[in-house]
């Protein structure tokens, strides 16, 4: 099954209100899915892959940058960003289509403070030309997880 389809099923089984949208033009990074939605870069919520003790993906504001110092403090371990190979095997996802939610596996999923922004943001919805509109909270209370500060200088 494609990407879109698991995020699609996964949203209709849970009944999230977010509508996905495939474009004709890549939305890969936070400054390409910005341009082609005409929105800012803060409300693209771009998921991140690290490895560590087990893989985890850091989803937070398209316009902040991870602090691998801050990842480490918070969890305790060596921490560095997965390659595009462990990306794919880590949450069945490529690189640029990593949604929020649903992941492959025991990969754990957190969001930063720097979502708070926003009631919603635009996520990738399971392929690089694939996004979606989803509320913040629909987020956090999906990956079941406390928000956590790693953007670098907040």
């Not at 005409?38 to 850091?58: H, N």
Request: proline fraction near 3%; charged fraction near 25%; charge should be positive.
């Amino acid at each position: 099954m494609r990407g879109i389809e698991r995020v699609s099923q996964f949203l209709d089984s849970n009944r999230i209100d977010a509508k996905i949208v495939q474009l004709n033009d890549s939305t890969r990074t936070s400054r390409l899915a910005a341009e082609v939605l005409a929105c800012s870069i803060a409300e693209i919520a771009k998921a991140l892959v690290f490895i560590g003790a087990r893989p985890m993906v850091v989803v937070m504001s398209g316009d902040k940058r991870v602090s691998i110092a801050k990842l480490k403090r918070l969890f305790g371990a060596e921490m560095r960003m997965a390659s595009a190979q462990e990306v794919k095997s880590s949450t069945d996802y490529v690189i640029g289509g990593v949604p929020p939610f649903p992941h492959a596996g025991e990969v754990k999923v957190y969001a930063d403070i720097s979502l708070r922004r926003f009631s919603r943001v635009w996520a990738a919805a399971g392929e690089p030309n694939a996004v979606m509109n989803v509320a913040v909270e629909d987020i956090l209370k999906t990956i079941g997880t406390e928000m956590i500060d790693v953007a670098e200088n907040s």
